[in-house]
Structure formats: C-alpha cells, structure tokens
C-alpha cells in the first residue's frame, strides 16, 4: 500500500512525522528544476543554503579544500540573481560548460526553504517537471510518500500543486487497484493534473499546454513581469531528464 500526502505549502506538514517517509520537494519555478539541470548538467554535489551570507561563507570554506573555481554561488531573491553570485535561478544557465565537475550552492526563496522544512524525512527527491516520470520510478516501491510544494512567499501555487497533482495521477495509475491512498490535498492536486492533461482516462501532455498554465500561475506570473519568459519554457519540458536528485 502506498500512502501519499502532498502538503501544498511545507507550513503544512509542520507537526508531521516524517521519519518514516520519503519526501518529494517540488518548486516548478524555479528551484528544483534548476537543481535538476545542473545535475543534468554535470554538477558534482549541490548544496541548498537558506542564508546569502553563509552561502558567500561556506565557498570559501569549500575552495580552500577543493580549489579556486571549483565552487559556484546560485540562486535568486525577488526572482532577480544575488549581486556577486556567479549564476541566477534560470535553469536553461546551468549548462555543462558552466556546472560540469563543480560543487554549486544555491539559496532560494522559497525553494531552498521547502527543502529544510523536509530535513526530517527518511530521504529527500528534488522534482521538477523536467524529471517528473524518473521520480515516479523512484518512487514506486515507498509505502509513505510527502509532497512538498514550496509555493510562493507563503502563498500556495497552481505550478507546484499542478507537478504534485502529475506525480499522484502517475502513481495512482501505475499500482494495483486499492493499493494507493492519499489525502485531500493529493486529491485536489490530481483532479488539477487531470483536468488539464487527460482525455478519455488518457494523459495527453503537450509542452505548450503546460506554459500557457506555468504562465498563469503565481511564480509564472513574476517571471513573465521579470521577462525571465524562458525559464518557463526551460520548467515546462516535461519528462526531458532521467535523474532524480537525492538528499
Ligand atoms: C524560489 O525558490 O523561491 C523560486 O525558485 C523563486 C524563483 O526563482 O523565481
């Protein structure tokens, strides 16, 4: 029997026990597609950090052992990159020329606070859209799964909620009938993927369905303000990487 909770903020699952359970953390934009990417993109180790200061404090501490160059700072505030880190929070910039062989830190908004609010899990996924159907995989034989939506300064949002919604209609589907329950939560987001992407009890999925939705959605709204209009598209290339990161 799999059991399935999705928390649409992590406030959510504040007095949860989640020692028993394997934690999904999910930020569509931006931040666990860009932890996706740079490890698609050959990062060596990526380490989350909730404080600019100490990010700024730990490559330093890093370089003395690794070498110069061999730590990069990442990440975003307000949506817009940290004045002296080497890269912002675009996924489509963590290519194998900048990342390959290199440890990146990365502070977040409210991605990399999702992933702390989790620390408790047995083990931690990072999933985006992009590796959606390798997490699956991962997860098919957990019995208790939480799903972390990061959501947007405190508020929830339709993105995260939409991949969450995409992982339980996935898993639903792929176990023995009666051997998969979930909570009102997971059902709200499985009736929004299912809405969206299903035809006949079929997934029909198409990359520009699910921009034009990223785009209305809250986080796709402050791109869209902030003309970061491709890392929309970057979020929205579904199921384009094989690789589940692991904390
Ligand atoms: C976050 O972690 O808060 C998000 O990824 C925000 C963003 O980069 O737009």
Known sequence: MISINVYPLPLYAQ???????????????????????????????????????QARQQKEILETMHGKGSVLLGGERKGIPIAGFELGNSPQHFTSEKI???????TTTNGTVAIHAARNARCLYIAGLVNAQA?????????????FCAGTDGEITEEDLLLAGCLVSRLSRSSQQNQCQWNHHAETAKQL????????????????????FLRQSCGGKNLVALKLDEDITAAAKIDSINLVPEI
Not at 27 to 53: C, H, N, Q, Y
Not at 100 to 106: S, V, Y
Not at 193 to 212: A, G, M, P, R, T
Request: charged residues 25%; proline residues 1%; aromatic residues 6%.
């Open 100 to 106: 390959a062989g290199k440890i990146l830190i990365l």
């Open 193 to 212: 993927w299912e809405n969206q992407f299903f035809i006949d009890n079929n997934e029909f999925v198409s990359e520009s369905k699910l921009i034009e």
């Open 135 to 147: 997490v699956v995989e991962r997860l098919k034989n957990e019995e208790k799964i939480a799903i």
């Open 15 to 53: 007095n949860e026990d989640l020692t028993n359970s394997v934690a999904v953390i999910i930020d569509v934009l931006r931040a666990t597609t860009v932890i996706v990417s740079a490890f698609a993109g050959g990062a060596k180790e990526i380490i989350p950090m909730l404080d600019i200061e």
